[in-house]
């Protein structure tokens, strides 16, 4: 089993210790792409903060959501620079603090899974992103709410 989070990127990038790698990550899906994300930005941001993480715009800006489904240990989580991502669990220690902080107060989802997960960001309605978490054997183990109106916490 491996522990894995659900927030914005931008609460994973400590900026004393990766200096310059969030703005290079945001010139990276700017206007080029429409402001979405790319599979060669992901690759980057993994390499930069040592740990795999996938991207996606939250398709609504600012945002608060939750997740519901097998192993979730903290539902909720938000973003406030449009994006969301699915990383495993950060264990550099400064990362780790600000991540424990906003899982105190529902910015973080937290949940366990095998180490072989696939993640698909829903993007069938533009407005609004779902996160799908499947395992190997392809079954969908966690989503998240389906509108803003769902959203529990």
């Not at 990766?18 to 945001?26: K, L, N, T």
């Not at 994006?83 to 600000?98: H, I, R, S, W």
């Not at 069938?124 to 054997?137: H, L, Q």
């Amino acid at each position: 089993m491996k522990t894995y989070i659900i927030t914005d990127p931008c609460y994973l990038v400590n900026h004393a210790d990766h200096p310059g790698v969030w703005a290079r990550y945001c010139g990276m899906i700017g206007e080029k792409t429409n402001y979405e994300t790319t599979p060669e930005a992901d690759d980057y941001l993994s390499k930069a903060l040592g740990f795999r993480i996938q991207t996606a715009s939250t398709g609504y800006g600012d945002w608060r959501n939750s997740i519901s489904g097998v192993g979730v240990k903290h539902s909720g989580f938000f973003a406030d620079a449009g994006l969301v991502c699915v990383a495993e669990m950060p264990t550099n220690p400064a990362v780790l603090a600000d991540v424990s902080a906003l899982i105190d107060v529902g910015g973080v989802a937290v949940f366990d899974a095998e180490e072989d997960i696939s993640v698909v960001f829903d993007r069938s309605n533009r407005r609004w992103t779902i996160v799908r978490i499947f395992n190997r054997d392809g079954e969908e183990i966690i989503t998240s709410q389906e509108s803003n109106e769902e959203v529990i916490f």
